[in-house]
């Protein structure tokens, strides 16, 4: 009887640690953070600050909650997208709900919802949404478009299974679909409704919209997204350049531009292959992701034993910064070293972190850069500034265990402390050390900042943007399933005792006849 009963007690402890973990596989992994001398940083604290000064900055409409551009905006027009707008501020104070489960984080980025809800524009069966509050613009794209700003709604219906956020997220894929414009056997888009110009990038382009295809067939099995997510791809495979042996992407269509960036250049292209690759493996996104990453290697200038890239081919000028710059090709390339561990990609990825160390100004153990060389204004951000860079940083020390990244990184953060206000309980960033304008958003402001201190309190694997499948269970399932099976296992302990008991008293009632 005993050994039945640690079986049972062992099968539910498996059971529900399988459940929770997939629950929270989103949020969770190893506990991390960094030390200043003596005492240590609580990051998650940090993070909070950046959230509670974003609340400060909210701006209450009968229609929802928005934001202003920066503090003091006096028109109080919001934008919408993801980088610049109310979409990637409400997915930061999501992130901080799943870490605190302080509702108000809740109810702010579901009322962020509420106004985009409210603010649609239904066409052609789907939605979609002016670039800026009462400006006709409709983008299509990640950074400032349908794309990302579905991609919020799906992160809404993940943690809160409301259908009318996978609803809205569907119309937003609704309005690509019609968007797209079939040439040879892919698909393009323009860059905002009614433009002439055809974007490649992650940014504006057809691979931030193909990688929203992709998640949104995650959520629902629905063959057309995935089939668009391919058409994209295959629209890029058709426009490719084959040079130096791998292959790069022009800016735009008729572009003479051959950008190396993160964000609208062959780095983000060649990063939303690698995620077709890891959802479909098909080999042939893995054949061009790798192709991406051969062309940017063939651009590396070694420097003070490290490498370099220029921002677009035939030009000296090289940038730092996640989305423009070192830190996103390298970010690109780490990701390709660890999906296939091969040894080229680790020596250029440590390369860009080693020239980065090499030009970062330095004083009392702080840590930054300029946004390009010649050029010495300081971001904060996430987009070209210290929190982009300190993203990169993370994913180099998690994979590699080097203490000079721990060092820098550190001083990372002790140089964006140094650039904090405080104010009414929160924290907030001007754009920059000489740029007095305190930003909201996610690419420049609080909500990047604070992203960046969230993944140094919960260890995310940092990417950018942010790419996870959710092959996992919605965490309220899986808590449910936890407790069914607590449930479960108390009833069969339950009718046990009863049926134990039952042969005590018939025992009794024999020895009595």
Not at 151 to 164: A, P
Not at 176 to 201: D, M, R, V
Not at 470 to 493: Q, T, Y
Request: aromatic content about 18%; hydrophobic content about 40%.
């Amino acid at each position: 009887m005993k050994i039945k009963k640690l079986a049972l007690i062992l099968i539910f402890i498996i059971v529900l640690n399988f459940s929770i973990e997939n629950g929270i596989k989103y949020t969770k992994s190893t506990s991390f953070s960094f030390k200043k001398s003596s005492s240590e940083y609580n990051y998650l604290d940090l993070s909070i600050k950046a959230g509670n000064w974003l609340l400060n900055q909210t701006l209450y409409d009968p229609e929802g909650y928005k934001w202003p551009e920066y503090q003091n905006y006096t028109e109080k027009r919001n934008y919408t997208g993801m980088n610049s707008g109310l979409s990637g501020i409400g997915y930061f104070l999501l992130e901080l709900y799943l870490q605190t489960r302080d509702n108000r984080y809740l109810i702010h980025a579901e009322n962020a919802a509420n106004w985009l809800i409210n603010n649609a524009i239904e066409e052609n069966s789907g939605v979609k949404w002016e670039q800026l509050e009462n400006t006709p613009n409709y983008f299509t794209g990640w950074f400032h478009g349908a794309a990302g700003i579905g991609y919020y709604f799906t992160e809404l219906y993940y943690i809160t299974l409301n259908s009318t956020y996978l609803e809205f997220a569907n119309k937003a894929g609704n309005w690509l679909i019609s968007e797209a414009i079939p040439e040879g056997s892919g698909c393009k888009w323009k860059w905002y409704q009614n433009n002439s110009f055809n974007y490649t990038g992650w940014d504006v382009g057809a691979a931030g919209i193909g990688h929203y295809f992709l998640r949104l067939y995650h959520f629902t099995s629905n063959v057309t997204y995935i089939q668009y997510a391919k058409s994209a791809a295959q629209w890029l495979i058709n426009f490719a350049i084959p040079e130096n042996g791998g292959y790069k992407w022009p800016y735009y269509e008729n572009s003479i531009i051959n950008s190396t960036e993160l964000g609208s250049g062959t780095a983000g292209v060649g990063n939303f292959f690698l995620e077709l690759f890891k959802s479909t493996l098909n080999t042939t996104y893995l054949q061009y992701a790798e192709g991406a990453a051969r062309w940017l290697i063939s651009l590396a200038i070694p420097e003070n034993g490290g490498y370099k890239f220029p921002i677009y081919q035939g030009t000296p000028s090289y940038y730092t910064g996640l989305s423009m710059g070192a830190a996103g090709i390298g970010l690109y390339l780490s990701n390709l070293y660890n999906q296939t561990m091969n040894g080229t990609y680790q020596k250029y990825s440590q390369g860009v972190v080693q020239w980065l160390l090499s030009i970062a100004f330095s004083k009392n153990k702080t840590y930054w850069w300029p946004v390009f060389i010649g050029f010495n204004e300081n971001f904060t951000g996430l987009e070209r500034g210290a929190a982009g860079i300190g993203i990169f940083l993370i994913q180099m020390y998690n994979l590699f265990k080097n203490q000079t990244y721990y060092q820098y990184l550190n001083g990372t953060i002790e140089w964006l402390l140094s650039q904090a206000i405080p104010e009414n309980g929160g924290l907030k960033w001007p754009r920059s050390e000489n740029y007095s304008k305190f930003y909201t958003d996610w690419s420049w402001g609080g909500a990047g900042i604070g992203h960046f201190f969230l993944q140094l309190s919960t260890l995310y694997q940092p990417t950018f943007p942010i790419i996870d499948e959710k092959d996992n269970f919605p965490l309220f399932l899986s808590l449910l399933i936890g407790v069914v099976f607590l449930s479960a296992f108390l009833l069969i302990i339950f009718i046990r005792k009863r049926k134990k008991k039952r042969e005590t008293v018939q025992n009794l009632n024999k020895k009595i006849q």
